[in-house]
């Protein structure tokens, strides 16, 4: 048995996430299915995050089990020739360690948040960014942004749904910067919680906009609410970056 590392790009728009569910297409399905079909093994994937449907990624990371003796380099090649034309592509592979794991062996992740700030309708950027009409203060938006990094109580920026056993994490960046008519939103953790990425720059964007201002984003952060969330982002501006291992 050999551990493979993959480091996966893909294009969210079609799936309903990054982990297999009972109904409806995901990223693990159709690596697993690859596998079985160049392979004839039933192995599992394990990721280093889990992706919302929408979400896209230009480096996850994971790790696959396989029985039979393949050269890494045969292993991709074969793996993106299957999956095409699905917008899921291996761009890295590896041998890894019996004991290396995509997600538990993790030490930070980081996301980047992509608003188009523009009147005219997104085009070849669809379902790949979040276009807001209004100005946005970019300089504000990064002022209160600032309230969220460090070790907090994240259970107002946490969906409802989430697993995490503990919402308190240590946001280590979150920075907004404006390239033209583009706003890019970049976080780093450890770990997140479901919806927090997204969260946090639906309420930045509410700063952005005037409606809110740094102190009524640190209301927010206190009251450890649900319900006092401003706005929950959509997925499609949302990308999965990188992971980070401590060997690297």
């Given at each position: 048995m050999?551990r493979?590392?993959?480091?996966?790009e893909?294009d969210?728009?079609p799936?309903?996430?990054?982990?297999?569910?009972?109904?409806?297409?995901?990223?693990?399905q159709?690596?697993?299915d690859?596998?079985?079909?160049?392979?004839g093994?039933?192995?599992r994937?394990?990721?280093?995050?889990?992706t919302?449907?929408?979400v896209?990624?230009l480096?996850?990371?994971a790790?696959?089990?396989i029985?039979?003796?393949?050269d890494?380099?045969?292993?991709s090649e074969?793996?993106?020739?299957?999956?095409?034309?699905?917008?899921?592509?291996?761009?890295?592979?590896e041998?890894?360690?019996?004991d290396w794991?995509?997600?538990f062996?993790?030490?930070?992740?980081s996301?980047?948040y992509?608003?188009r700030?523009?009147?005219a309708?997104?085009?070849?950027?669809?379902?790949?960014?979040w276009?807001?009409?209004?100005?946005?203060?970019?300089?504000a938006?990064?002022?209160?942004?600032q309230?969220?990094?460090g070790?907090h109580d994240?259970t107002?920026?946490?969906?409802a749904?989430?697993?995490?056993?503990?919402?308190?994490?240590?946001?280590?960046?979150l920075?907004?910067?404006r390239?033209?008519?583009l706003?890019?939103?970049?976080?780093?953790?450890r770990?997140?919680?479901h919806?927090?990425v997204?969260?946090m720059?639906g309420?930045?964007?509410?700063v952005?906009?005037?409606?809110?201002?740094?102190?009524?984003?640190?209301?927010?952060?206190a009251?450890?609410?649900?319900?006092?969330?401003?706005?929950?982002a959509?997925?499609?501006?949302?990308?999965?970056?990188?992971?980070?291992?401590?060997?690297e």
């Amino acid at each position: 048995m050999t551990r493979f590392a993959l480091t996966l790009e893909f294009d969210g728009t079609p799936f309903l996430g990054l982990q297999r569910q009972d109904q409806g297409l995901t990223v693990q399905q159709v690596v697993e299915d690859a596998v079985r079909a160049i392979t004839g093994d039933d192995a599992r994937m394990h990721a280093a995050g889990r992706t919302d449907s929408g979400v896209h990624a230009l480096a996850m990371r994971a790790h696959i089990d396989i029985e039979k003796p393949i050269d890494p380099f045969r292993l991709s090649e074969a793996l993106n020739s299957v999956m095409r034309p699905r917008p899921v592509a291996v761009t890295h592979c590896e041998v890894v360690a019996d004991d290396w794991h995509a997600r538990f062996s993790c030490v930070g992740r980081s996301y980047i948040y992509r608003i188009r700030n523009r009147r005219a309708p997104l085009t070849v950027e669809a379902n790949r960014a979040w276009q807001i009409s209004k100005p946005l203060d970019e300089n504000a938006m990064q002022d209160a942004a600032q309230i969220l990094v460090g070790r907090h109580d994240f259970t107002t920026f946490r969906s409802a749904h989430c697993q995490a056993p503990d919402p308190v994490k240590t946001l280590d960046r979150l920075d907004v910067r404006r390239e033209g008519d583009l706003l890019l939103i970049e976080a780093e953790a450890r770990s997140f919680l479901h919806h927090q990425v997204r969260s946090m720059v639906g309420c930045l964007s509410l700063v952005g906009i005037g409606s809110w201002d740094a102190k009524k984003m640190g209301q927010a952060l206190a009251a450890k609410n649900r319900h006092e969330l401003g706005l929950n982002a959509p997925p499609q501006g949302l990308y999965f970056v990188s992971a980070s291992y401590p060997e690297e």
